[in-house]
C-alpha cells in the first residue's frame, strides 16, 4: 500500500528536548530557578523527583544521540543552558567545561547526519539574576541575555545554522507571575505585562546582535512559541468572540506579533493602556523590536483553547490579570487525554497553519513540537520488554494529516518536531508522564525505543505515511 500523505523534500522529521529536562545538573556553574525551587520545595514535583541527573544526557549524549540517529531522525533541537555555558553572568564570559560539553553535542547530533536546532531559553533563568535584578523584569537582564547569547553564537555558530531566542516565553509570563506554577510563583499583573515586553525585547536584541556577527552570516535565527488558538463557546455570540479576541492578543499575539510583524498587537495596548497596567518602554527599544524580526517561526502545539465571555466574578484582590476579560470553557463531548488533562484537536494544528499563512506573511515555519503525555506507560510493555504506544503513533499521524492538509493548502512548514526524543523531566511533573520515542529507566538510566520510535523511523524514511 503506497503512502497517502507526502511531505515537502527535506522536510524535517525530529524531536526536541531541552537542557535543564535533559542533562541534569552536573557540572553546572550556576543554579536555575528551578534547581532553586527543588532545593526549597521539594515536595512539589512529582514523587520528589528533582533536575539532578534528569535523563542523565550530560554523561550518556553520545549514546544517547546515536539513539536518535536509529530511529531515523534528521534533525534535533536541544537547547543550550545559561547556567553552564557562562561562568560569569555579568560579562558573558563562558565556562570551560560548558564549551566542552555543548561542542560535543553539537558535534555529535552532525556526525550522525541530523541537523542541530540550538535554543537558548527554555525556562532556565539563572536563579542569581531573579535574586539580584527582579529576573525578566529587570532590562538589566535582557542585556545579559544577550551577552549569553553572543557567547553561544560566537562558540557555535560555525556549525548550527538554526537557531531560537526562546522556547515558550509566555509560560515565563504565565508560571511566575500570573498562575504560580513557577517559581517564584507571584500574582502581579504589572509584572508580568513587563516580563512579557522584556521577553521580546531580549529576543529582538538577541536577534540584532546574531546579525551583526560573520559567524551567523549564513545561519538562521528565529524563536519557538507555543500556539494555543483560542476558539469561542459560540461563533454567533459577539461577547463570545470579543473574549476569544482578547486570549488571542495576551496569550499568542502578543508574542507571534512582535517576532514576525515588529509590533505589539493593538488590541493587547489599547487594553493595558486602559487598565493603566502598561509596560515600561522607549522608543529606541520598539524600534529595535520593529527591525529584528525572525527568519523562521517554531510553533509548539498541544492544545486548543476554549473560551466563553466572562460570567463569573472576578477577584478584584488579585490585581489586573488577563482573566477579568474571559472564561475559560469546558465543551461538552470534548476528547480529552486524561493523564494530562489536556484536549486533543488535532484540527487545530490545521488552522494555525493557515492563520500563519494568511495572517503571517507565510513565514517559514515548522512544529517544533506536538506530543502525548502518559502516565503509567509500563503497563504497554509487551512480551519483549518494549512498550506498545499506539495511542501515541495515533495521536501523531492525526495531527500530522491536518498539518499536511495545511501545507497543501500553502502553508510555508517545513519540518515536524515531537516532544520528546528521550523520556524528559518535566518541570513540577518530573516523570509522571511520559512522551518520549525512547523510555528510560530512571533507577537503571536503560534506555530502550518505544513502538512509535520504531514508526517515526518509516515515516522519515518515506517522507510520509
Same mark, same amino acid.
Given at each position: 500500500?503506497?503512502?497517502k ?6 522536510f ?29 520545595e ?5 514523587d ?5 541527573? #534528569? ?15 536509529e ?7 536541544t537547547?543550550?543552558?545559561w547556567?553552564?555555558?557562562i561562568?560569569d ?19 555529535e ?6 541537523? !542541530? ?19 525578566? #523584569? ?5 542585556d545579559?541575555f544577550?551577552?549569553?547569547?553572543? #557567547? ?5 555558530g ?7 531566542? /526562546? ?17 517564584p ?5 504589572k ?14 536584541k538577541?536577534?540584532e ?14 524563536i ?8 469561542? *463557546? ?16 495576551? /496569550?499568542?499575539n502578543?508574542?507571534l506579533?512582535?517576532?514576525v510583524?515588529?509590533?505589539f ?14 509596560w ?12 529584528n ?28 490579570m ?9 465543551m !461538552?463531548?470534548? *476528547? ?5 488533562g489536556?484536549?486533543?484537536?488535532? $484540527? ?16 517559514p515555519?515548522?512544529i ?15 512480551? $519483549? ?7 501515541r ?44 520515542f525512547i523510555?528510560?529507566?530512571?533507577? #537503571? ?7 512509535s ?11 510520509? /505515511?
Amino acid at each position: 500500500m503506497g503512502n497517502k500523505y507526502i511531505f515537502p523534500e527535506g522536510f524535517w522529521w525530529g524531536s526536541a528536548t531541552s537542557g535543564p529536562q535533559s542533562e541534569g545538573s552536573f557540572n553546572k556553574k550556576h543554579k536555575n530557578v528551578f534547581d532553586y525551587w527543588y532545593e526549597v520545595e521539594p515536595e512539589i514535583f512529582f514523587d520528589n523527583v528533582g533536575p539532578q541527573v #534528569t535523563s542523565n544526557f550530560y554523561n550518556s549524549y553520545k549514546s544517547d544521540i546515536a539513539m536518535l540517529k536509529e530511529i531515523g531522525l534528521n534533525s534535533f533541537r536541544t537547547s543550550i543552558q545559561w547556567t553552564r555555558l557562562i561562568k560569569d553572568l555579568e560579562t558573558g564570559e563562558p565556562d570551560e567545561d560548558g564549551v566542552r560539553f555543548y561542542n560535543g553535542v553539537i558535534d555529535e547530533i552532525i556526525k550522525n547526519g541530523m541537523i !542541530p536546532v540550538m535554543n537558548l531559553h527554555h525556562f532556565d533563568l539563572p536563579v542569581e539574576l531573579y535574586n539580584k535584578y527582579g529576573g525578566w #523584569t529587570s532590562k538589566h537582564v535582557v542585556d545579559l541575555f544577550v551577552k549569553f547569547a553572543e #557567547t553561544a553564537f560566537e562558540l557555535f555558530g560555525d556549525r548550527v545554522k538554526f537557531w531560537a531566542t /526562546f522556547n515558550e516565553p509566555i509560560v515565563v509570563v504565565e508560571g511566575q507571575y500570573l498562575y504560580k506554577f513557577h517559581y517564584p510563583k507571584l500574582v502581579d499583573g504589572k509584572k508580568a505585562v513587563q516580563t512579557l515586553y522584556n521577553l521580546n525585547l531580549a529576543s529582538a536584541k538577541a536577534i540584532e546582535r546574531f546579525r551583526t556577527l560573520e559567524c551567523s552570516k549564513d545561519g538562521k535565527i528565529g524563536i519557538i512559541l507555543n500556539l494555543t488558538p483560542a476558539y469561542p *463557546r459560540s461563533t454567533e455570540n459577539i461577547e463570545d468572540l470579543k473574549a476569544a479576541k482578547i486570549v488571542d492578543s495576551f /496569550f499568542n499575539n502578543s508574542f507571534l506579533d512582535p517576532a514576525v510583524k515588529g509590533e505589539f498587537p493593538k488590541v493587547l495596548v489599547e487594553l493595558l493602556e486602559d487598565d493603566n497596567v502598561m509596560w515600561e518602554s522607549t522608543e529606541e527599544e520598539m524600534s529595535i523590536i520593529k527591525n529584528n524580526t525572525v527568519d523562521f517561526l517554531g510553533v509548539n502545539y498541544y492544545q486548543p483553547r476554549r473560551v466563553k465571555a466572562k460570567e463569573s466574578n472576578y477577584d478584584d484582590s488579585l490585581g489586573w490579570m488577563p482573566d477579568k476579560y474571559f472564561d475559560n470553557y469546558e465543551m !461538552p463531548g470534548r *476528547r480529552m487525554n486524561p493523564y494530562r488533562g489536556w484536549e486533543i484537536y488535532p $484540527k487545530a494544528i490545521y488552522d494555525i497553519s493557515i492563520n500563519i499563512r494568511d495572517n503571517y506573511n507565510n513565514i517559514p515555519w515548522f512544529i517544533s513540537e506536538n506530543g502525548m503525555g502518559v502516565e503509567g506507560e509500563e503497563k504497554y510493555i509487551n512480551e $519483549k520488554g518494549f512498550i506498545d504506544d499506539d495511542y501515541r503513533i495515533d495521536f501523531f499521524k492525526e495531527h500530522l494529516e491536518y498539518l499536511h492538509k495545511g501545507i497543501e493548502e500553502g502553508s510555508n512548514c517545513f519540518g515536524y518536531h515531537t516532544w520528546t526524543p528521550i523520556d524528559c523531566w518535566s518541570w513540577c511533573n518530573a516523570y509522571k508522564n511520559r512522551y518520549g520515542f525512547i523510555s528510560v529507566d530512571l533507577k #537503571t538510566q536503560e534506555k530502550k525505543i518505544k513502538k512509535s520510535g520504531n514508526w517515526i523511523k518509516e515515516v522519515s524514511k518515506n517522507n510520509g /505515511f
